[in-house]
């Protein structure tokens, strides 16, 4: 679960509020995966629960300092040597629309792919936009969803070529 | 900004427009349509790319674009100056006075340095070597290249070798920039780079037209033409620009 070796990972530059972990760990991030203080608050409990964290002593304005333990740690060590898997991806929504645009009848496909092209272009745009003003672990967050949105548009002009070579019947 | 208001101004800033472009390869019924009726204006200031599959005539458009190839009805303006009406020699003076082009093979001379490779547009332009160095080393300046001046092409990275051809064609007063694949095969670090120069000469004002069928780069225009089949299926502009 990674809001949560997100956290730890952050807790190794020493003890944190977890307002500083929250506003951390968006930073890191290029605020892409915005976090709401509850999340923060609910996974640090949790963590405390399994003995990842310790809270230190409550200040006079009730807040506790979170720090990482060797258990913790040994987690967070598992977690960077491990790979991640290509998930299963949850059902994409775009691919079942195009697979259904060349089922139904008296859908216009290429129209329905022109359209996608022009808004993962317009996205593609923005993300290439706020990169130029990024450093660091911003930049690489950015730089994936960058070729992840390229990959989209790759396909779809594959699903282009795919459609003027043998185009839907009955269109 | 985002109004289609007819501004005085506006078709002033136009460095290149396209008005209903047709090119037409042969004649009767074996000929073929690159281009049918395109119409595009790029203005200073703005990097306009233009995507497509090939064969769709991306590189027909650029190449009418920077007056290398002329259209078979319609009509392309540079600056202003309508280039049917020009003569060979008149529109020969206009591709080495106006227009910079940066092709995929990036064409440096590999017995000249890059200030050498730089000053020759100028000297070919009739300049003399003292001011078309002086020329020269103020385009690879403006492209944080100067210290690359004395170096040769094959002492030079992709990307280096690309910000050269790229100062070579800006170098002079030349406002339209025309790229042709400009990434060519170099990795996306390097690509993003040039890309980012090539932004860079749009934000300092020139009018920067790429063609391109990489996404990743089509994305740091402002507006992404898609071109297919010869024409101009549809386009994306970024959210910030106004509306032309």
């Known amino acids: 679960m990674t809001i949560r070796h997100g956290l730890l990972a952050l807790l190794t530059q020493g003890p944190r509020y977890g307002y500083q972990l929250r506003a951390e760990f968006e930073a890191s991030t290029g605020a892409t995966w915005p976090l709401n203080i509850g999340q923060v608050y609910t996974t640090l409990s949790r963590m405390e629960r399994d003995g990842l964290v310790a809270p230190g002593e409550q200040d ?29 991806r949850p059902r994409d929504e775009l691919v079942i629309k195009l697979a259904m645009a060349m089922t139904a009848p008296g859908v216009d496909v290429a129209r329905v792919v022109q359209a996608q092209r022009s808004a993962t272009m317009r996205t593609l745009q923005e993300l290439t936009r706020a990169k130029r003003g990024a450093g660091g672990a911003q930049r690489l967050v950015l730089d994936s969803m960058i070729f992840q949105a390229e990959a989209e548009q790759r396909w779809l002009a594959h699903c282009e070529a795919v459609l003027a070579a043998s185009p839907k019947e009955g269109a | 900004m985002t109004s289609r208001d007819p501004d005085p101004d506006a078709s002033a800033d136009v460095v290149a427009r396209l008005v209903e472009v047709t090119r037409q390869h042969g004649d009767g019924a074996g000929s073929v349509r690159a281009l049918k009726g395109v119409s595009l204006d790029v203005a200073a200031g703005e990097l306009v790319a233009v995507m497509g599959p090939s064969g769709s005539g991306k ?20 600056e202003g100056v309508a280039l049917s009406g020009l003569s060979a020699a008149d529109l020969a003076a206009l591709r080495r006075r106006r227009v910079g082009y940066v092709f995929q093979d990036l064409n440096l001379i590999p017995s000249l340095t890059a200030a050498e490779n730089v000053m020759l547009p100028r000297e070919l332009d009739g300049v003399r070597t003292a001011r078309a ?12 290249a100067a210290d690359l001046a004395d170096r040769f092409p094959e002492e030079m990275s992709g990307g280096q070798r690309q910000r050269v051809a790229i100062a070579r064609a800006l170098v002079g007063e030349r406002r339209l920039l025309l790229a042709d694949e400009p990434t060519g095969a170099v990795d996306t670090l390097v690509g993003d780079e040039i890309l ?9 004002g020139a009018a920067v037209l ?16 898609f071109l297919k089949d010869g024409e101009i299926a549809d386009a994306a502009e970024a959210g910030l620009v106004s509306a032309r």
Do not use: C, M
């Open chain 2, 133 to 144: 160095r002086q020329e020269a080393l103020a385009a690879l300046e403006e492209l944080g």
């Open chain 2, 59 to 78: 590189s027909t458009l650029l190449n009418l674009a920077g007056g290398l190839d002329r259209a078979t009805s319609g009509e392309v303006e540079v």
């Open chain 1, 60 to 88: 006079e304005q009730g807040r506790v300092v979170y720090s990482i333990t060797d258990k913790g740690r040994a987690e967070l060590e598992r977690w960077f040597a491990t790979p991640v898997r290509q998930a299963d």
């Open chain 2, 196 to 204: 980012g120069i090539l932004r860079g000469r749009a934000d300092a």
């Open chain 2, 210 to 225: 790429v063609v391109t069928h990489e996404p990743r780069y089509a994305a740091w225009a402002d507006r992404v033409v």
